[in-house]
């Protein structure tokens, strides 16, 4: 997992404490990162991200 590409591309979306489903798509397309790497950065982050509007129904 690359976490300093992460925090980039979280900066320069605008992403600091939450993240939507579909922008975390659009960060993995756009930066080739992998949904999984950025769903554990989410996860492993002080304080955490949270996802929020999870396509699949999984984060609410």
């Known amino acids: 997992m690359d976490e300093?590409?992460?925090q980039k591309a979280?900066?320069?979306n605008g992403v600091t404490t939450e993240i939507?489903?579909?922008q975390?798509?659009?960060?993995s397309e756009?930066?080739?990162?992998p949904k999984s790497d950025i769903a554990r950065y989410c996860n492993?982050?002080?304080p955490k991200i949270k996802i929020r509007?999870?396509?699949l129904g999984c984060f609410r």
Do not use: N, S, V
């Open 4 to 6: 300093e590409l992460i």
């Open 10 to 12: 979280f900066a320069e």
């Open 20 to 22: 939507r489903c579909e």
């Open 24 to 27: 975390a798509f659009a960060i």
């Open 30 to 33: 756009k930066y080739g990162i």
């Open 44 to 46: 492993r982050h002080d």
């Open 53 to 55: 509007a999870c396509q």
